[in-house]
């Protein structure tokens, strides 16, 4: 099947100023137009793959800006407005005094055909989550599938639309949903409601959702999942360890806790006595990795994976490519070369000293080398990405999303991403890769989970409980957290009491 595109561009295009639209009109690559943005003050762009091309030398007025939104929809909670039956989304940016003064008019596009290279996992009734970066296709992807879903398989498919992103703007969705329902959601902070409304008032045999990024979409999901329902949906995250490493998503996959062994079980399994498990069944029983718009990496049974992963055991994904309008599975192999795709081996949780070499990008090397040192942490900071398993770098890069972290991502190297650039954050991101060697003296461990826990606490201000520990560790643990001038307390009964450390507001 050959992809066809529909992108109602001529619609986008009517809302701007003559003397802008004109030279856009003139451009040779305006098919592959993605966005326009329009900034007080500022030369009016049209950005494109690769390149932005000013439109016009004259500075943007308030008249330009209102001229735009005179001819488009209402904005919403979300700062977002769309055009009638269309799939453009234009976005604004206000002042202090909440007028408008900027715009970005994003050019949205129907692509038929391109949920095929999953085609067989649709029909299967199992549920599906799409993971991926940004502008990857997974909206598309989803928009796609519910028509499929809908028009070929015959079946009651309900689309949650939260700003309007799959069906578009208006009362009427976008023909690209096919016989689709499609409830609107008011705000953001109500699509786990609408959600629920949704199963309880009309019946559907599929929700599609996009975008599931806080705690109470993630329990609506369980629930409809509980009910019989297929759900497909996306959620934030590239990659499925980026999922695992989000508390606040990981119930989608089952969700991780921290399990003691008795000392027969432990020898059994090899392991040391706490461990991390899966703690529920997943709510997706399919998760697929959307690499790029032809090629995607399929985990076919979640659960298996979680928990193969939580062992330390290596596990590929079947990477599928659509090539001349045909799906072919590419052989596992190795880490791939430029161009290539290679399923890899993801690595949350080991038991084997296995040494990860690990690229820092934007972040303090000094600092990454002594997290490692206090973490003893089975890691080989490299300079080149070619030599790179893992790249660590800020929250600040990565919104930038400069060369070399998207071609980590389109290598299919993990990415991860530290809030701020500490000591603290650096062990976290550590402690999450890998526990702590066997051989560490317990007491040693206690005090650096502490010390990581200060650092956050002093960083973000947000509380931290630790984990439980005897009476002679816990009085160490209120004596480090008072000397960093925080409060604690110990909380819970033996043998699971635990200290809990957090600022005092009132100090």
Same mark, same amino acid.
């Given at each position: 099947?050959?992809?066809?595109i ?40 049209a ?66 055909g ?19 970066r ?51 959601v ?69 969700g ?16 040391q ?11 997706f ?9 032809d ?23 079947? *990477?599928?490519?659509? @090539?001349? !309008? ?5 052989? &596992?192999?190795?880490? +791939?070369? #430029?161009?290539?795709? $290679? ?19 934007g ?20 300079r ?14 990565y ?23 500490? *000591?603290?954050?650096? @062990?976290? !991101? ?5 526990? &702590?060697?066997?051989? +560490?003296? #317990?007491?040693?461990? $206690? ?30 643990q ?10 604690s ?11 809990k ?7």
């Amino acid at each position: 099947m050959q992809k066809e595109i529909v992108d109602d561009l001529e619609q986008l295009l009517t809302t701007l100023a003559p003397d802008i639209v004109e030279p856009l009109r003139r451009q040779e690559g305006i098919p592959e137009l993605l966005e326009i943005v329009l900034d007080l003050g500022r030369h009016p762009e049209a950005r494109f793959p690769g390149q932005e091309v000013v439109l016009n030398l004259r500075e943007v007025t308030f008249d330009d800006l209102q001229y735009v939104v005179s001819r488009i929809g209402a904005f919403g909670d979300d700062n977002r407005a769309g055009i009638e039956r269309t799939l453009h989304r234009i976005s604004a940016i206000r002042n202090r005094q909440g007028r408008i003064i900027g715009l970005t008019l994003r050019v949205g596009r129907a692509i038929y055909g391109t949920m095929v290279i999953i085609q067989d996992i649709v029909q299967s009734g199992k549920s599906i989550l799409l993971l991926g970066r940004p502008g990857v296709g997974k909206t598309t992807m989803l928009r796609e599938v519910a028509r499929v879903l809908a028009d070929d398989l015959g079946k009651r498919v309900i689309v949650v639309d939260t700003s309007n992103e799959i069906a578009g703007d208006g009362d009427i969705p976008h023909p690209a949903i096919g016989h689709a329902r499609r409830m609107q959601v008011p705000t953001p902070a109500l699509q786990h409601a609408v959600m629920i409304e949704a199963v309880e008032n009309h019946m559907p045999e599929v929700i599609v959702i996009d975008e599931i990024g806080t705690e109470l979409d993630a329990a609506a999901a369980r629930t409809i999942a509980e009910r019989g329902v297929q759900l497909v949906a996306t959620a934030h995250g590239n990659t499925l360890d980026n999922l695992m490493m989000n508390p606040t998503l990981a119930d989608l996959i089952g969700g991780i806790q921290s399990v003691t062994l008795g000392d027969e079980e432990a020898r059994r399994r090899g392991t040391q006595k706490t461990v991390l498990e899966r703690k529920a069944p997943p709510t997706f029983d399919v998760l697929v990795e959307i690499q790029g718009w032809d090629q995607v990496a399929v985990h076919d049974n979640v659960a298996e994976v979680v928990d193969s992963i939580l062992r330390g055991q290596p596990i590929t994904a079947e *990477v599928r490519r659509l @090539q001349d !309008g045909e799906v072919k599975i590419l052989e &596992p192999r190795g880490r +791939a070369r #430029p161009g290539e795709a $290679a399923p890899r081996s993801l690595r949350l949780v080991t038991n084997q000293p296995e040494v990860t070499r690990l690229l820092p990008f934007g972040i303090s090397r000094d600092r990454l080398e002594q997290a490692v040192r206090s973490m003893q942490a089975p890691v080989y900071l490299v300079r080149d990405l070619r030599q790179a398993d893992m790249v660590m770098t800020s929250k600040a890069y990565y919104r930038r999303k400069p060369q070399i972290l998207k071609e980590a991502e389109d290598r299919g190297i993990p990415v991860y991403v530290l809030r701020s650039n500490t *000591v603290g954050q650096m @062990q976290q !991101g550590l402690a999450s890769m890998y526990q &702590p060697p066997a051989a +560490a003296n #317990p007491v040693d461990l $206690a005090i650096r989970e502490a010390e990581s826990a200060i650092n956050k606490v002093l960083s973000e201000g947000e509380p931290m409980e630790l984990s439980p520990q005897n009476a002679y560790v816990r009085r160490l643990q209120h004596q480090l957290a008072e000397k960093n001038n925080l409060s604690s307390a110990s909380e819970g009964r033996e043998p699971n009491r635990r200290v809990k450390i957090y600022k005092d507001e009132r100090g």
